[in-house]
C-alpha cells in the first residue's frame, strides 16, 4: 500500500515575536515622523537660508511678483510724495508717479536692483535671525529705490529727483514671531546637514540587519516601514510648513503681507518641493516592496505545489 507524502505543515505564528515587531514597526515610523521633517527643515537652512547665492537665487523671481512690484511702487511714491507739496495737484502728480515707478518695475533695471538689494539684505536677515529679542526681519528697499530714482531722473520724469533715498524696509517677520523662529533657527543650524546624513545610514543599518536576520522577506517588511514612514514624515513636514508661514505673517503689517507672503513663499519653496519627493520614494518604497512580498508568497506557494 503506497502511502502519499505528508503534506508539509505550517509553523505557527509566534505572538510574541509578531507583537515586537509590531512594536519595532510603530518606533521606526515615528523616528522617521520626527527625523525626515528635521533632516529637511536643518538642511533647508544651511544650504539656502545661511547661502547668499542660494537666497538672492530664491527671491530673485518675485521682483515679477505682483505683490512685490505693487508694494515697491506704493513705497516710492509714498516717500516722495511726502517731498513734494502741489496743492490742488497732489494726487494727480501722486497718479503719475505711481503709474510711472510701477511701469520701472517691469524693466531689467529693476529685476538687477532687487537682486543687488537682496544680496546686501541677506546679511542684515541672517543677523537679525542671530539678533536680540524684540527685534523684527525686515528687508531693506533702499538700493532698490536708489536705482528707481536713477533710472527716473535719467529719463526726464518731474519730481523724481526729490525721491528720498533713505531706509525703507518691509516687514518679513513681526518681533515676537522673529522670538519663536530665532531659538528654531540658531537649532536648526547647530545640526546642519547632519540630521539627514544619520536618517539615511540609520535606514540602511536598519533595512540591512533586517535582510541579514530574517530574510529578504523582513528586509522588504522593513522597506514598506520605510516607505510609510516618509509618506508620514512629509505629510508632517508640510504641516510645520503651513503653520510656520501663518505664524511668520501673522505679526506682518496689512501694507507689507502680500509681499512679505512672497518673500516666504519663495524661501520655502525648495521645501514643498522636497515635501513632495519625500511622499513620492515613500509611496514608491511602500508599493514597490508590498508587490515584491506579494510576488515571494505567491512563488513560494507555486514550489510547495
Not at 536680540?132 to 518731474?158: N, T
Request: aromatic share 6%; with cysteine; proline share 5%.
Amino acid at each position: 500500500m503506497r502511502t502519499s507524502p505528508p503534506t508539509p505543515s505550517k509553523t505557527p505564528a509566534d505572538p510574541s515575536r509578531s507583537a515586537v515587531s509590531a512594536a519595532l514597526s510603530t518606533v521606526l515610523l515615528v523616528l522617521l515622523a520626527l527625523l525626515v521633517p528635521l533632516s529637511a527643515l536643518s538642511a533647508w537652512v544651511d544650504l539656502e537660508i545661511d547661502d547668499t547665492d542660494r537666497y538672492v537665487a530664491a527671491v530673485s523671481p518675485l521682483s515679477s511678483d505682483p505683490a512685490v512690484r505693487s508694494t515697491v511702487a506704493d513705497l516710492v511714491t509714498e516717500e516722495a510724495m511726502r517731498q513734494i507739496d502741489l496743492g490742488p495737484l497732489q494726487d494727480t502728480a501722486r497718479e503719475f508717479l505711481h503709474r510711472t515707478v510701477s511701469s520701472f518695475t517691469t524693466t531689467d533695471a529693476f529685476r538687477n536692483a532687487w537682486d543687488t538689494a537682496n544680496r546686501a539684505a541677506h546679511e542684515a536677515v541672517a543677523a537679525s535671525l542671530d539678533g536680540d529679542s524684540g527685534e523684527p526681519v525686515k528687508i531693506d528697499l533702499a538700493p532698490v529705490i536708489d536705482q528707481v530714482k536713477k533710472d527716473l531722473v535719467r529719463d526726464g520724469v518731474p519730481f523724481a529727483d526729490q525721491i528720498p533715498v533713505e531706509r525703507t524696509e518691509i516687514t518679513v517677520l513681526g518681533p515676537d514671531q522673529a522670538d519663536d523662529f530665532r531659538s528654531s533657527f540658531r537649532w536648526l543650524r547647530y545640526c546642519s546637514i547632519w540630521p539627514a546624513v544619520a536618517t539615511l545610514v540609520f535606514l540602511v543599518l536598519v533595512v540591512g540587519i533586517a535582510t541579514v536576520r530574517r530574510g529578504l522577506r523582513g528586509g522588504l517588511w522593513v522597506t514598506a516601514v520605510v516607505g510609510a514612514g516618509f509618506v508620514l514624515g512629509a505629510i508632517v513636514l508640510r504641516i510645520l510648513v503651513a503653520l510656520g508661514r501663518d505664524r511668520a505673517l501673522d505679526e506682518v503689517p496689512a501694507g507689507d503681507r502680500d509681499a512679505a507672503a512672497a518673500v516666504v513663499d519663495a524661501l520655502t519653496a525648495s521645501l514643498r518641493t522636497t515635501v513632495w519627493v519625500v511622499l513620492a520614494v515613500g509611496a514608491a518604497l511602500f508599493v514597490g516592496a508590498v508587490l515584491a512580498r506579494l510576488l515571494l508568497r505567491r512563488r513560494s506557494r507555486a514550489d510547495m505545489r
